[in-house]
């Protein structure tokens, strides 16, 4: 498998992102969100997961994969999710629609800011030009103007 981790990275919110603040994602009346499980997981423990690891751990909660199945065959169903393309934390909800930049350290490993956050504005401003900057994908295309 190839590594699909980012190192020394800031995520921003999208351009038209609806949010000029952190919030907290809502859940379904049919079950907790994929975006609800990314922003509990960050927010409870940062810098503990890895992209890799949090969208592996966001599919065994949405999936509801029993943990005694988990235990026997663990690498097998690991593998089986990453066959498939996944994609990276750009394409989350969390950036996109609810606020959040999402800054990985250089282990990386994952931690949360709202964009009304003296962090956030840190991170963009990026003073020693240490960290890599991209923009969350965008919700929607830009439409072609004639």
Known sequence: MKDMNYYETFITVAADCPLFHGEVPIARKSGTTKPLLEYE?????????????LLFEVHIR???IPSAELEENERR???AFFEKPQPCLRASMLPKKY????H???HGKIALYG???????????NSDG???ILPAMR?????NKM
């Open 41 to 53: 997981l960050l927010s409870k423990q940062p810098y503990t997961f890895t992209q890799e690891d």
């Open 77 to 79: 169903i690991r593998d």
């Open 104 to 106: 990985f350290n250089e």
């Open 130 to 132: 240490e960290l890599k």
């Open 62 to 64: 949405h999936k509801a």
């Open 115 to 125: 964009a009304e956050t003296a962090e956030y504005k840190e991170f963009i401003r």
């Open 99 to 102: 606020g959040w930049g999402i």
């Open 139 to 143: 919700n929607s295309r830009e439409k």
